[in-house]
C-alpha cells in the first residue's frame, strides 16, 4: 500500500509512474530503477519487494505519493 492519490490502490499505479517519499522527497523512477536496493531499471513501483524502503530515509513504502507532470 502507498499514502499516495490512488489511496493505496496500487493496480492504478501505470508501470512509469514516478512517486515520492513523503518524508525526504527521494524520487523512486522505475526507469533508473534503484541501485541501494539492487533494483534493476524498468521496475515499476507496484513491483517492488514487500520489505523495499526509501534509500534516502528509511521510510516505508506507504508513505511514497505519486508524482504529477
Request: charged content about 25%; glycine content about 10%.
Amino acid at each position: 500500500m502507498f499514502e499516495g492519490s490512488f489511496l493505496g490502490d496500487g493496480e492504478k499505479l501505470a508501470d512509469d509512474d514516478r512517486l515520492e517519499c513523503g518524508i525526504c522527497w527521494q524520487v523512486y523512477d522505475p526507469a533508473a530503477g534503484d541501485a541501494h536496493w539492487g533494483i534493476p531499471a524498468g521496475t515499476p513501483f507496484s513491483q517492488l519487494p514487500e520489505h523495499w524502503r526509501c534509500p534516502n530515509c528509511d521510510a516505508p513504502r506507504h508513505k511514497f505519493m505519486v508524482l504529477k507532470d
